[in-house]
């Protein structure tokens, strides 16, 4: 939900981060801003495009949701999203840019953030710098503190590093739902097919999260309903494919969808890629991976959509 220009006039509540993963340490800082909206405040949610780091490091982390599923999370949460061009603000210091964007541009009278959170020239602007100036001009600062799920902090690279790893279970608890994508479906060699589980293949594009190569427990919401699925991620050794796809096969379901952008959402990392010696043994493997998922799914609920507390 992006911002008219009518909006730009109100008075606001600002949630201040990158929010790459819009996880669950993301979600206390756009939901403190949101809970403003009752007191005439607009909330907004500021980030930065490019992402920073692909601008003073020339790579950006991988992406953890974007395109569809980022912007209803950010709707969700009852924040409208405000993207600033981070190269026209890179060099700007860091009490302009809260006089000049935070108070002139946004108005600002309630900001929420991370406890970690820098902003200005170099990142030189803290926490600390942030209360001073917010306490001079009578805005109001709540400061998000870490937060932690099975003893762990929730961070964009911890999560990162449980999708790698195939922890996938771990990475939705911080992620306060399941990792998804909702990449366009294409044409493949229709192998599936002929091994009985059709399936939609779709290609992860540069900068995305790729979790680890294996088949995982899944849903994918198709013609309106979400049907249990079981999506392979990789490069398929026995048949072979020059980059990493997502290869989902949605049970019970029959139909085309080629063209379409359809929503996968991973539940359970069941087992690695493997190179079968025959089509026969693959096809074989692939039942006993439908049974393990469907299995695994009957403890899976809650389905209606992405959404915020």
Known sequence: MHLTEQQLQAE??????????????????????????????????????????AVLHKKAPPALCEGRIRDELFRACGVSLRELDFYELKDMQAEAFFYEILLGRFRAKFISCGYNYSFGKRGEGDIALLSRLCEEKGVVLRVIPEVRVDGLPISSSNIRKELAEGDVRLANLMLGRAFSYDFLVVSGDRRGRLLGFPTINQFFPEGFAVPRYGVYAARAFAEGKWYDAMTNIGLRPTVGTDKPRSE??????????????VEVRLYQFLRPEIKFDSF???????????????????TVTGDAGVHCK
């Not at 996880?23 to 920073?52: D, I, K, M, Y």
């Not at 989902?248 to 952008?261: A, E, I, K, P, R």
């Not at 493997?285 to 009957?298: G, H, K, M, S």
Request: glycine fraction near 10%.
């Open 12 to 53: 606001t509540a600002v949630a201040l981060g990158n929010f790459d993963g819009v996880h669950l340490g993301h979600r206390a800082v756009l939901e403190a801003a949101a809970a403003n909206s009752a007191a005439g405040l607009l909330p907004v949610a500021l980030t930065f495009s490019p992402h920073p780091q």
């Open 248 to 261: 989902t096969c949605l049970l019970g379901y029959s139909g085309d969808l080629y063209g379409q952008n």
């Open 280 to 298: 026969e043994a693959l096809s074989a493997q692939i039942a006993q991976d439908a049974e393990t998922v469907r299995r695994t799914l009957q």
